[in-house]
């Protein structure tokens, strides 16, 4: 998706609406998401808070009412939660959404654009690539431990944001839209890639047969575990799960795939020289091992069993969601050049075949962190 700059006066202008303390002394571009337009708003008075502005992609999130409903039911929930734990710090370890005056949680400008407002998390960092096992760690935790505070809130309270998001028949469904349509002529550049996608379709249907069939149960899950959605903190210790726009229901094997995506692969998601594509079974296992660690008591035999399916299913997702958006004509990701998306496509498609590859590997690691968290009373129960 292409964007025009926004002007800083307007900006400024949006800002107004919401209850921000102090006054700003600057604004600037933020992060590396593909959907929405993320600003640092830097307080002049130091003992006041910066904040973090988001501009809502309502192209992507077509009803934003609903969608920050669901952004408030969640973090009030982690909070409460947090809030019995001894230790934690629910300011810091949960999103806070700053108010409007009119006690909105975002706010809608003139041209129909939705904003919001978070309090900036000091200290913290997000990393596109993982840089060590520790982090890795941390990552795993972090999302396991969103997963396992999140599974005593009601699921049917929650809107699904976008409809079907990693529902792979869905996507399918979409891919074979665009390349009927093929808008730009540009499938013929993409061949191989949608020959990679329709060999591994039926086989890629495993979770959403399983769900179907009544074998996987439906939790709250985040839907989008890439691994600079976890913010650490200047020890390397993950603080707060971040990005809660697509918190709705899903399968657990969804949350663990997408970070095992983003957390071993060698290379960047958008990698030009597919080589480079590889796994970091390191990482793997330590990401695998704080997920489990914080999970592993509340997921059941065949959600466990099901992880493994995930890995491969989600890069799978992604290679197929950028190759149909590049054939649709780059309508819903950012991108910054004409083929990034068939680029991201090819990187995406290469990580498959590496997991699958190494399927066994992964499998056993798995079963392993598994088996490493079963107390003793229930090794004797087995
Ligand atoms: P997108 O959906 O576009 O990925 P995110 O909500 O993930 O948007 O925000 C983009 C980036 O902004 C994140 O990767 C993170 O680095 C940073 N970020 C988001 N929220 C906060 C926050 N409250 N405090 C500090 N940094 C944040
Ligand atoms: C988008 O917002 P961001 O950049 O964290 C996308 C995810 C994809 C990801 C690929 C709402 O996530 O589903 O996995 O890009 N989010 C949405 O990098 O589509
Ligand atoms: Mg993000």
Same mark, same amino acid.
């Given at each position: 998706?292409?964007?025009?700059?926004?002007?800083?006066?307007?900006?400024?202008?949006?800002?107004?609406?919401?209850?921000?303390e102090?006054?700003?002394?600057?604004?600037?571009?933020?992060?590396?998401?593909?959907?929405?337009?993320?600003?640092?708003?830097?307080n002049?008075?130091a003992a006041c808070p910066n904040y973090l502005?988001?501009?809502?992609?309502?192209?992507?999130? =077509?009803?934003?009412?609903?969608?920050?409903?669901?952004i408030e039911q969640v973090t009030q929930h982690l909070r409460k939660k947090l809030a019995k734990i001894p230790g934690a710090s629910p300011e810091k370890e949960v999103l806070t959404l700053v108010p409007?005056?009119?006690?909105?949680s975002?706010?809608?400008?003139?041209?129909?654009?939705?904003?919001?407002v978070y309090f900036l998390l000091e200290g913290t960092r997000s990393y596109?690539?993982?840089?060590?096992?520790q982090q890795?760690y941390e990552g795993g935790k972090a999302f396991g431990r969103f997963l396992a505070l999140l599974s005593d809130l009601?699921?049917?309270?929650?809107?699904?944001?976008?409809?079907?998001?990693?529902?792979?028949?869905?996507?399918?469904?979409?891919?074979?839209?665009?390349?009927?349509?093929?808008?730009?002529?540009?499938?013929?550049?993409?061949?191989?890639?949608?020959?990679?996608?329709?060999?591994?379709?039926?086989?890629?249907?495993?979770?959403?047969?399983?769900?179907?069939?009544? =074998?996987?149960?439906? =939790?709250?899950?985040h839907?989008?575990?890439?691994?600079?959605n976890v913010l650490l903190d200047r020890f390397d210790k993950a603080q707060c799960v971040i990005d809660l #726009?697509?918190v709705?229901?899903?399968?657990?094997?969804?949350?663990?795939?997408?970070?095992?995506?983003?957390?071993?692969?060698?290379?960047?998601?958008?990698?030009?020289?597919? #080589?480079?594509?590889?796994?970091?079974?390191?990482?793997?296992? &330590?990401?695998?091992?704080g997920?489990?660690l914080e999970t592993?008591?509340?997921?059941?035999?065949?959600?466990? &069993?099901?992880?493994?399916?995930?890995?491969?299913?989600?890069?799978?997702?992604?290679?197929?969601?950028?190759?149909?958006?590049?054939?649709?004509?780059?309508?819903?990701?950012?991108?910054?050049?004409?083929?990034?998306?068939?680029?991201?496509? =090819? &990187?995406?498609?290469?990580?498959?075949?590496?997991?699958?590859?190494?399927?066994?590997?992964?499998?056993?690691?798995?079963?392993?962190?598994?088996?490493?968290?079963?107390?003793?009373?229930?090794?004797?129960?087995?």
């Open positions: 998706m292409k964007d025009n700059p926004i002007a800083e006066q307007h900006i400024r202008e949006v800002l107004s609406h919401f209850t921000l102090g006054s700003i002394a600057g604004i600037s571009s933020y992060g590396s998401g593909h959907i929405h337009d993320t600003y640092f708003v830097k002049s008075k502005l988001q501009r809502i992609n309502h192209n992507v999130f =077509r009803n934003v009412p609903l969608l920050m409903e669901n409007t005056y009119g006690k909105q975002f706010y809608c400008d003139i041209n129909g654009n939705y904003w919001r596109d690539l993982v840089g060590s096992p890795a009601d699921i049917d309270k929650l809107h699904e944001s976008i409809p079907d998001f990693h529902n792979i028949e869905n996507r399918l469904r979409l891919f074979k839209e665009a390349m009927q349509k093929n808008p730009l002529g540009r499938a013929e550049q993409a061949r191989e890639e949608i020959a990679f996608a329709q060999q591994r379709a039926e086989e890629m249907s495993t979770i959403c047969r399983m769900g179907r069939e009544g =074998r996987l149960p439906l =939790r709250v899950t839907n989008d575990t890439k691994f600079n #726009d697509t709705m229901p899903g399968y657990v094997a969804y949350d663990f795939g997408d970070a095992i995506r983003t957390t071993v692969n060698k290379a960047a998601e958008d990698e030009r020289e597919l #080589d480079k594509i590889g796994i970091n079974f390191e990482f793997f296992n &330590a990401f695998t091992e997920f489990l592993s008591s509340i997921l059941t035999d065949e959600e466990i &069993a099901s992880l493994s399916l995930g890995v491969t299913l989600l890069p799978f997702i992604m290679g197929l969601r950028f190759l149909t958006d590049y054939i649709d004509g780059d309508n819903y990701y950012k991108t910054q050049f004409p083929e990034h998306n068939l680029q991201r496509a =090819r &990187a995406q498609f290469r990580l498959v075949q590496v997991l699958e590859e190494n399927r066994e590997l992964l499998q056993s690691t798995i079963e392993r962190a598994t088996a490493s968290y079963k107390t003793p009373l229930e090794d004797h129960q087995v």
